[in-house]
């Protein structure tokens, strides 16, 4: 807290310079992260306060002057608060404050695949709603029937990035297709990627110009119908590493261009991420951690439950999920992924 508090008061200073505001993006970053850090401030606080109160009125319950009843209340009170502040000191990474990028694949299995690909994608934009975040379409592909074969979207807002780093993996959907005249019981499988944004001058990344190829398209999908007449969707691709950034969110080339080049350096820097934490699960060889391609989560919609397959954390009501109730599920991995007992086997 004293290290958030020298941070407040020298970012604070800078905000007093006359020339403060000359680079908007800048600025508007430094007060950010004076309003991020003075949260926590604030936060802090009144957990000190809560734990006096509580303090207190113990004190008086031993002289007659209180109740058990009111210790218990201000005890719950108390616990609550701490147990919150716990689950978000899990997001102590530069990178989790970011906004992220979510983008989703549909996996083999044709239409069935592509419908619960959109379901997929419905039900992150209902949780963004349900917690103060702005939605951006940057890219979708509808599949040749229904649903989408894939489609990348921007979450805004505080520590988005933090709260959906763990939603990378394979998504496992059970169910009894309405596609299938026989009513057969279908499987399908969608991906789902998460990369924080990296914008402004927090981090500098580097893409060599002769690294990257350009391609311009005609956009298509429910987030570029008004541009579809003309090549303004563009594609750029890190030959390198072969990264590939899409982006149909404008009706002009050039800022659909800025918006790739954005992302492109975004998922760069996420793979430098993923290296970094390849080389420490190496030193934790205690701890089993799940790849990106593995299968996370899996929603059985006849038998009515969804589960988490590392954390292990399991609810019998789907249909809150998929309307985009995914707290508990966020906040139990990210418990989890602080301290892993191992992998959680799926046994229904």
Not at 272 to 282: C, F, G, H, P
Not at 299 to 328: A, C, F, M, Q
């Amino acid at each position: 807290m004293d290290n958030r508090a020298k941070e407040v008061e020298d970012l604070t200073s800078q905000t007093l310079d006359p020339t403060f505001w000359n680079d908007a993006k800048r600025a508007e970053g430094i007060q950010r992260k004076i309003g991020m850090s003075k949260r926590w401030l604030d936060d802090y606080a009144q957990i000190a306060r809560e734990v006096d109160d509580l303090e207190g009125i113990f004190e008086f319950q031993k002289e007659g002057l209180a109740s058990e009843e009111e210790v218990e209340s201000q005890y719950v009170r108390t616990t609550g608060i701490l147990e919150d502040a716990e689950f978000r000191s899990t997001l102590n990474q530069k990178e989790d404050e970011m906004n992220a990028v979510l983008t989703i694949n549909a996996g083999a299995g044709g239409t069935e695949a592509c419908d619960w690909s959109a379901m997929i994608l419905r039900m992150y934009r209902m949780w963004a709603e349900r917690n103060g975040f702005k939605v951006i379409d940057l890219f979708e592909q509808d599949g040749d029937s229904a649903g989408i074969k894939s489609a990348s979207i921007e979450i805004r807002g505080d520590y988005a990035y933090g709260w959906l780093k763990g939603e990378n993996g394979v998504h496992r959907l059970v169910r009894i297709s309405p596609f299938n005249a026989q009513g057969k019981r279908q499987t399908s499988f969608t991906s789902v990627f998460v990369y924080p944004l990296i914008e402004g001058n927090e981090i500098e990344i580097i893409v060599n110009p002769d690294d990257i190829r350009w391609d311009v398209f005609r956009a298509s999908g429910a987030g570029g119908q008004h541009v579809n007449r003309t090549e303004s969707a563009v594609r750029v691709t890190h030959i390198p590493t072969g990264i590939v950034a899409e982006c149909q969110a404008d009706r002009s080339q050039h800022r659909n261009r800025d918006t790739a080049m954005t992302m492109l350096k975004s998922r760069l820097y996420q793979l430098e991420l993923r290296k970094r934490q390849a080389e420490q699960d190496k030193i934790e060889a205690g701890k089993s951690k799940i790849e990106w391609g593995s299968q996370i989560r899996s929603y059985v919609l006849d038998d009515r439950w969804v589960k988490d397959l590392r954390s292990g954390y399991k609810i019998h009501n789907p249909d809150t999920i998929l309307n985009g109730d995914l707290n508990e599920f966020l906040k139990a991995y990210l418990m989890w992924e602080r301290n892993p007992t191992g992998v959680v086997d799926e046994d229904e």
